[in-house]
């Protein structure tokens, strides 16, 4: 059996020993501009339960039923897809985001993103990719780390990389872990150098390209059966969750600002009421700031959810991160149709979902879309409004 993050860490350092930490980190510091409801009558809310009614703000569309015949609901999105994508493993790219890796290509394309800082406190974003075998330009491209791993796990996801430091040669060397490597011989032949950027920022890949290096490599397109049955529990664009069920427990949130958890992406997002959607904007500096844009299409990575999770966290010999993935005492937060809960979070097993529940235990009902994970340190300290 693969092994977990701190057996495999403390193996490749020493002085990593998340599993022998003493006390816990602070709680996370949350500003907010109203009060927390301080009644305890409010009876238990059901996430499988939604209002018979909605606010009038919020964005609905009847999707009961597929555009074209032989499409099938997306697990990472649920949204419609052809039937061969959603049967095909989806490719999770690392990708940085400080200011010399911007414009990003590929990125508005993404069913998924997780961001965490690495070294030095810069941003490093993990996209998970569902239709991606007819794509031109992924990237750019940059090295591994061990929690995006254990991320792309969950998936069973292709993982497209620059190499990594050494202490992720043995969780890619498991033979369950299927990546491609742009430094690794016969894989370099999905990757390319775009001559009018410098290096180390001009790193990318084709989706033709890799689905060649993966057929090359004898790795399996479709599920592997490794993963949990489903991942997100979703609700319809018809019956969207508006978070009303949760009454004053229910944040209002249409300004979600991560700079205190990311001081030099300092990255923050904005509710468009006319379509449901969180807008991603960066303040990476003076010519980078601002909304942030795909370069392929000029597009606003544009979100339906948004989760903060704080995870546990050590820091290894030169500055690099480990997060500890697999946990069940963690919190964070869930923003959806401008509004947001408290939410806490487990994840069991390297390749079993990262579940998130809300206050009362019940696991979270996710409206149909694109999800941003933002990853963020125990006791790091975010905003909304």
Same mark, same amino acid.
Do not use: H, W
């Given at each position: 059996m693969m092994k977990n993050t701190r057996v495999l860490l403390a193996a490749a350092a020493v002085m990593f020993?998340?599993?022998?930490?003493?006390?816990?980190l602070d709680s996370p510091i949350i500003s907010e501009e109203s009060e927390s409801s301080s009644s305890a009558e409010e009876s238990q809310p059901s996430a499988t339960v939604l209002p018979e009614s909605l606010p009038p703000n919020i964005v609905t569309e009847d999707d009961s039923s597929p555009p074209h015949e032989g499409m099938v609901r997306s697990r990472l999105t649920n949204e419609w897809v052809d039937a061969e994508v959603a049967a095909a493993r989806p490719i999770a790219v690392m990708i940085p985001n400080e200011s010399a890796a911007i414009p990003q290509y590929g990125l508005s394309q993404a069913s998924v993103i997780y961001e965490a800082n690495v070294e030095g406190r810069m941003s490093r974003m993990m996209a998970i990719f569902e239709d991606w075998q007819d794509m031109e330009k992924i990237g750019n491209i940059r090295s591994l780390r061990t929690y995006f791993a254990y991320w792309a796990f969950e998936w069973d996801a292709f993982i497209v990389h620059y190499g990594g430091p050494y202490f992720i040669n043995d969780l890619i060397a498991e033979p369950s872990t299927q990546h491609i490597d742009g430094n690794a011989g016969s894989d370099s032949i999905a990757f390319y150098r775009d001559p009018g950027r410098s290096m180390p920022h001009n790193g990318?890949?084709?989706?033709?390209?890799?689905?060649?290096?993966?057929?090359?490599?004898?790795y399996s397109f479709? !599920?592997? =059966?490794? +993963?949990d049955s489903y991942h997100y529990n979703f609700t319809t664009k018809a019956s969207p969750n508006a978070l009303t069920q949760y009454g004053l427990d229910a944040k209002n949130a249409v300004y979600i600002d991560m700079s205190g958890?990311?001081?030099l992406t300092r990255c923050y997002f904005e509710y468009n009421e006319n379509d449901g959607l969180y807008y991603r904007s960066q303040h990476l500096s003076s010519s980078t700031d601002g909304p942030h844009i795909d370069g392929a299409n000029n597009e606003q990575l544009a979100f339906k959810n948004v989760l903060v999770q704080y995870v546990k966290y050590e820091e290894l010999a030169g500055g690099y991160l480990v997060f500890q993935c697999h946990d069940t005492t963690r919190d964070g937060w869930y923003f959806t149709n401008g509004k947001g809960i408290h939410v806490n979070w487990e994840k069991t097993? !390297?390749? =079993?979902? +990262?579940?998130?529940?809300?206050?009362?235990g019940?696991?979270?009902?996710?409206?149909?879309?694109?999800?941003?994970?933002c990853v963020v340190e125990e006791g790091d300290s975010f905003t909304f409004r």
């Open positions: 020993a998340l599993c022998g930490c003493g006390e816990d990318y890949a084709t989706g033709s390209g890799l689905a060649k290096v993966i057929q090359q490599k004898g479709t !599920d592997r =059966g490794l +993963t958890c990311y001081p097993s !390297d390749y =079993g979902a +990262t579940r998130f529940y809300d206050d009362y019940n696991e979270i009902l996710m409206n149909t879309g694109k999800t941003m994970i």
